[in-house]
């Protein structure tokens, strides 16, 4: 009593071959529509939006750098530059600051064109100059990140064309971001 099993074949020669209807295309190409004019978007972000994008990003790298000062119990620095800023790591050892290399997250950064900026240190306006560096300059931080979770105290301004906003940073680590 054995019981077979039997397949079928259909063959595809008896089915209409067919192509792509128009409504097919067309929401095809709604559909990259929408996601181009999303990416254009995101990656170019409106000129009102670029200021916040900035002191947001300033501010949470800032954050994780005082985290990772506490955490590996080191000092880390901040040096602002004509056109950004970049992250230095001190070595007791030789008693001198170091420029982070190789590191993707404390990379040195660059702000927008159009953005301003301007660091106040202890009530004193900071001139951030143009200057050429050379391998024996010695690196100095406007900001220093304290392993004890402390920052040195600071006031940002940055502008452009539509606003102005500033980041301040207390001693104990609290920062504040306002719009003007």
């Known amino acids: 009593m054995q019981k077979k099993l ?3 074949i259909y063959s595809s020669n008896n ?6 209807t128009l409504i097919e295309l067309l929401v095809t190409i ?15 972000p409106p000129p009102d939006q670029r200021l916040k994008n900035e002191s ?8 994780m750098a005082s985290d990772e000062a506490v955490l590996q119990g080191r000092e ?3 040096e602002f530059i004509n056109t950004g800023y970049r992250f230095l790591d001190f070595d007791p050892f030789l ?20 953005i301003d900026f301007g660091i106040k240190l202890e009530n004193n306006e900071i001139e951030i100059k143009k200057k050429k560096e050379t ?14 979770g402390e920052i040195s ?15 301040e940073a207390k001693i104990n680590g609290t920062m504040i971001t306002k719009e003007l």
């Open 95 to 114: 008693e001198i600051w170091n420029a982070r290399e190789d590191d993707n997250i404390f990379r040195e950064r660059y702000f927008s064109e159009e």
């Open 6 to 8: 039997q397949v079928k």
């Open 56 to 63: 947001s990003a300033l501010q949470s790298l800032i954050q």
């Open 153 to 167: 105290p600071f006031f940002i301004k940055l502008a452009d064309e539509n606003a102005e906003l500033t980041i």
């Open 30 to 44: 709604a559909i990259i529509a929408v996601i181009t004019s999303m990416s254009l978007i995101l990656f170019n």
């Open 135 to 148: 391998k024996l300059q010695s690196l100095v931080p406007h900001i220093i990140l304290f392993s004890s």
């Open 76 to 78: 880390i620095g901040i």
């Open 15 to 20: 089915q209409l071959e067919r192509g792509f």
